[in-house]
């Protein structure tokens, strides 16, 4: 990951664009995590295209840690797919669980 943003090789995939603007983030944002986060989980299978997805996590500049999930296209090919922050996940977690039928 840290090869393909050094040659610019990365492509921001629209659903990942949204995402990191509902996070009131930027580029700068997501950069800074991409290139001092860590993965903590072994890669998954995507489902719908049979590639391997990454999440790399790590503290945006304003504090606010944020996971990034991307999957490589080739070697030398980073494709963003999604980004959001441990509070936007727990939020979304306790939505389901408030949903659920006990």
């Given at each position: 990951?840290?090869?393909?943003?050094?040659?610019?090789?990365?492509?921001?995939?629209?659903?990942?664009?949204?995402?990191?603007?509902?996070?009131?983030?930027?580029?700068?944002?997501?950069w800074?995590?991409?290139?001092?986060g860590?993965?903590?989980?072994?890669p998954?299978?995507?489902?719908?295209?049979?590639?391997?997805?990454?999440?790399?996590?790590?503290?945006?500049?304003g504090?606010?840690?944020?996971?990034?999930?991307?999957?490589?296209?080739?070697?030398?090919?980073?494709?963003?797919?999604?980004?959001?922050s441990?509070?936007?996940?727990?939020?979304?977690?306790?939505?389901?669980?408030?949903?659920?039928?006990q």
């Amino acid at each position: 990951m840290r090869e393909c943003l050094a040659r610019g090789r990365v492509i921001l995939g629209s659903h990942f664009r949204r995402e990191l603007a509902a996070e009131d983030l930027d580029l700068v944002d997501a950069w800074q995590v991409l290139r001092s986060g860590n993965i903590y989980a072994e890669p998954e299978p995507d489902i719908k295209t049979g590639e391997w997805k990454y999440r790399v996590e790590g503290y945006e500049p304003g504090g606010k840690w944020l996971a990034i999930v991307f999957s490589f296209k080739s070697a030398d090919v980073a494709f963003l797919i999604t980004t959001f922050s441990l509070e936007a996940k727990r939020r979304k977690d306790e939505g389901h669980e408030k949903g659920r039928v006990q």
